[in-house]
């Protein structure tokens, strides 16, 4: 049974830079979420997709954010411009959709920008 | 809107010892409740969920919470606490809207001393 997965775990930056994480969720499970951890804080949620469709974005989602999942499975979320204030963990979970049911998150990527 | 507290940042316990996390949640309508673990290093693990059936929920390791609709609580509770317990605990609360947005506490750190 693989869990989900995240890649890269780790990234360093530079500030300006783009960067492009990407999550691969169970693979039967259609719903998928973006969370985002800073340092002594519980995750934020950024967004979510059911299927191929985003369908709830967080005001914590700026224009500099962006997120696909193009065929309803892996996802991608990229960040442009990239500032010091993006320095945290990015973490994905995936679920199978029904109401009330549990989500399982991946190892998260660490993101460090200098 | 819903909410979470955790009332406690650190918790620090002697090995053997019982354990309680408290948490209270802010919730417009019946909620789903949970708790999630955090060890170094590692993905967030469900430890356990309350959906509305039983009040006193078991969970993995030896955990259990009780749900109290009157306090608007839900601590986490074991009766003996193990090295391998200390981590970082997050009560959660489910955002509800037809799917799982989940809203996390700012956690509690938990250091179990020999």
């Known amino acids: 049974d693989t869990g989900v997965s995240q890649d890269p775990r780790h990234k360093i930056t530079k500030r300006g830079q783009n960067v492009t994480f990407r999550c691969d969720p169970i693979s039967e499970h259609n719903r998928l979420y973006w969370y985002r951890q800073t340092l002594g804080q519980g995750p934020e949620f950024l967004t979510y997709?059911?299927?191929?469709?985003?369908?709830?974005k967080s005001r914590l989602l700026s224009d500099r954010f962006s997120a696909e999942r193009p065929k309803g499975s892996f996802s991608t979320l990229e960040i442009q411009r990239t500032e010091q204030g993006d320095s945290a963990m990015y973490l994905c979970a995936s679920s199978l959709g029904a109401v009330e049911e549990t989500q399982y998150f991946g190892p998260g990527t660490r993101l460090l920008v200098l | 809107a819903q909410s979470v507290t955790q009332l406690d940042s650190h918790v620090s316990v002697s090995e053997g010892t019982p354990v309680l996390l408290r948490c209270n949640y802010s919730s417009s309508y019946s909620p789903s409740l949970f708790w999630y673990v955090q060890h170094p290093n590692k993905g967030l693990q469900l430890l356990l969920k309350?959906?509305?059936?039983?009040?006193l929920v078991k969970g993995i390791n030896g955990f259990e919470a009780e749900f109290k609709k009157s306090e608007t609580s839900f601590h986490l509770t074991k009766p003996s606490a193990h090295m391998s317990d200390a981590a970082e605990y997050f009560c959660v609360v489910s955002g509800g809207g037809g799917y799982n947005k989940l809203i996390f506490g700012a956690g509690t750190r938990l250091a179990v001393h020999p």
């Open positions: 997709f059911q299927n191929e469709a985003q369908l709830e």
């Open positions: 309350y959906t509305s059936a039983a009040t």
